[in-house]
């Protein structure tokens, strides 16, 4: 049986995905689910499916790294872990625990179009600018240089006439479903050693007749796939299978973990060391960080007092909503709600230029 970690922060489709695909009939088992957000939507639809989640707090991520690997690896065990949408950055110590055993997704066909701020709805904004006529995505081992690890499995996706970035990533996005499975087999696959029961011709063999060759191998990644009774073939993953029944999720006793867990379940917090891992820089991130928009809060409460009261309360209310959608996993919102600030800030200005600049025609009406 071969073990998987997901990693997760937002909605979770394709850790939900993956998870359906090894079911019931899998030789693959999704062994939990590890999230840096306390509310993210993807904890509650993985334990509909039975699988355990723990939270560690972004924090966590940045200055106790290797607490967080430790208790991977001495609680799962895992063959590999999956980034599924994880947005907090994994520093060193993490990446080298599992050195060659983390896979993450990408959104475009990289070399092109990854690396530090190539997350997301930016990645398909940069396709669209550059005009080019296809992007696609690619699934990658993690290493510590930002999308540089060596690529697993990578797939085209046409870019038509009239696409937005919405569209594009929508199209891109149903392609990850089919993909990132089929990754992972063929990963575990490559780890599991070259040899297939294939006996390799030596220098000394004769070469065989025509007539008495056997036919080419089939691929690795297919064999495995075979073995593991799962679908692997272009187009077996239209109609990924049903979730397999829920199991009982473990209680908070049955595991042993410095940080944990549950829904609504207390996290223990081991006492500080003293000593914190340095942060790492974006640019030395293995994973792609999310940053949240402007809020434009300061010069919404300005338009408030010095400016339009109304479109002064709009721009305050748009403001706020900026980082509570931002921290909800809604990063196009937090896009949306940003620029919606912005005009609301414009139009109060303007608003009250204008009416500052009529107010002495007016009076001076008024007074005769």
């Known amino acids: 049986m071969k073990s998987l970690v997901i990693l997760a922060s937002g909605s979770g489709t394709n850790a939900v995905n993956i998870t359906k695909v090894f079911a019931e009939g899998s030789k693959i088992k999704v062994k939990a689910l590890i ?22 707090p ?12 430790d208790f991977v690896k001495s609680t799962f065990s895992p063959d590999l872990v999956i980034l599924a949408g994880f947005n907090s950055i ?44 296809e992007s696609g995505v690619t699934v990658h081992i ?23 970035p919405a569209t594009l990533e929508a199209r891109i996005h149903e392609k990850e479903y089919s993909i990132f499975p089929r990754a992972i087999v063929k990963l575990l696959r490559e780890l599991d050693g070259p040899d297939n029961g294939q006996h390799a011709a030596t220098a000394d063999e004769p070469e065989k007749p025509a007539s008495t060759m056997t036919p080419p191998p089939i691929p690795p990644d297919a064999q495995w796939a075979d073995a593991l009774g799962i679908p692997h073939g272009p187009d077996d993953f239209t109609n990924p299978p049903a979730p397999h029944a829920p199991q009982p999720t473990p209680s908070p006793a049955e595991t042993h973990a410095p940080h944990i867990q549950l829904q609504n379940g207390p996290r223990y917090t081991p006492p500080s060391t003293g000593t914190h891992a340095p942060y790492m820089h974006p640019a030395t991130a293995t994973e792609e960080q999310p940053v949240m928009p402007k809020t434009y ?15 002064g309360i709009v721009a305050v209310i748009m403001s706020s909503r900026v980082s509570a959608k931002f921290y909800e996993g809604d990063y196009e919102g937090a896009r949306r709600a940003s620029r919606n600030a912005e005009i609301w800030i414009i139009i109060s200005f303007v608003l009250g230029v204008l009416s500052n600049t009529l107010y002495l025609p007016f009076m001076f009406l008024i007074g005769r």
């Open 35 to 56: 999230t840096d957000r306390e509310n993210a939507p993807v904890r509650a639809k993985m334990e509909e499916l039975g699988v355990p989640v723990y939270y560690f």
């Open 58 to 69: 972004r924090r966590d991520w940045r200055e106790t790294p290797q607490t967080i690997a």
């Open 90 to 133: 994994l520093k060193e110590e993490f990446v080298d625990a599992f050195e060659g055993r983390i896979l993450n997704i990408h959104p475009s066909l990289l070399p092109a179009y990854g690396g530090p701020g190539m997350w997301g709805h930016n990645v398909h904004e940069a396709v669209l600018a550059a005009g080019e006529k």
């Open 142 to 164: 993690v290493t510590n240089e930002v999308d540089g690890g060596p690529i697993v499995l990578q797939e085209t996706v046409p870019v038509l006439e009239g696409d937005t």
């Open 297 to 311: 809060m300061l010069w919404a409460i300005l338009s408030l007092i010095l400016c339009c009261l109304p479109a």
